[in-house]
């Protein structure tokens, strides 16, 4: 059906779009390839652009109308129902935290339960004070996109060149970024994210010393 006459050039994912029926390559070397599905695939091989470095994933939209590719350092927004005209290009690597502000719900968590004036406060300096560190040695150093099911946001999962840690960024389907996740997680975090079906939570597999959490 496809092949590339670069051997060192790999697929490293791929969407179908049931409406368009067309299946779309992210290749290693950037690539962006749509393949209209029928008889003849060779007359329907479309290269949609490149991002001039590895994409990591693609994801299309609940209601099929935006596709993502992401890098390790971009993320590209396309719109399936106009030839795959961009919507937006956004650096992932910024010190742009966005417009609103995360709250961790998890069990247990220090920052969610009851305390009273003095013991939030020092629950929050404990939460403050974990030691940052670096990505873990079982992440797979790939940025991962998950929408949430109504379309309207999605979050990114990356790794900072930067600083070299797993960071989460959400933005709203016109790729404008509206909140990253407290600093005070980075390091912690591991590859694995999901969104909960008709929710506000996101979902984080995390790594401390004592084993893993969700």
């Known amino acids: 059906i496809y092949s590339s006459t670069d051997q060192t050039i790999t697929l490293e994912d791929l ?3 049931s409406e368009l029926n067309h299946l779309c390559l ?3 070397n950037g690539d962006l390839i749509s393949l209209q599905i029928d008889n003849d695939f060779n007359e329907n091989i479309n290269i949609i652009g490149t991002l001039e470095e590895c994409i990591h994933e693609l994801k299309l939209s609940p209601d099929q109308q935006i596709l993502i590719a ?19 290009e956004t650096l992932l690597d910024t010190n742009d935290f966005g417009e609103q502000q995360l709250v961790n719900v998890g069990w247990g968590s220090k920052t969610t339960q009851f305390h009273g004036s003095i013991g939030k406060k020092a629950a929050l300096e404990t939460i403050n004070n974990i030691p940052i560190k670096l990505k873990s040695d079982n992440d797979d150093n790939r940025s991962h996109i998950v929408w949430r099911d109504d379309g309207d946001l999605f979050a990114i999962s990356f790794i900072s060149l930067i600083n070299q840690w797993r960071t989460i960024k959400i933005f709203n389907k016109q790729g404008q970024l509206q909140t990253t996740n407290e600093i005070s997680l980075n390091g912690y975090i591991e590859s694995a994210i999901s969104w909960k079906i008709s929710g506000e939570l996101i979902g984080v597999a995390m790594r401390f010393n004592n084993g893993q959490k969700l």
């Open 70 to 88: 992401v890098t390790n350092t971009k993320v590209l927004l396309l719109s399936t129902y106009n030839d795959y005209e961009p919507i937006a």
């Open 26 to 28: 992210g290749l290693s």
């Open 15 to 17: 969407c179908y779009l």
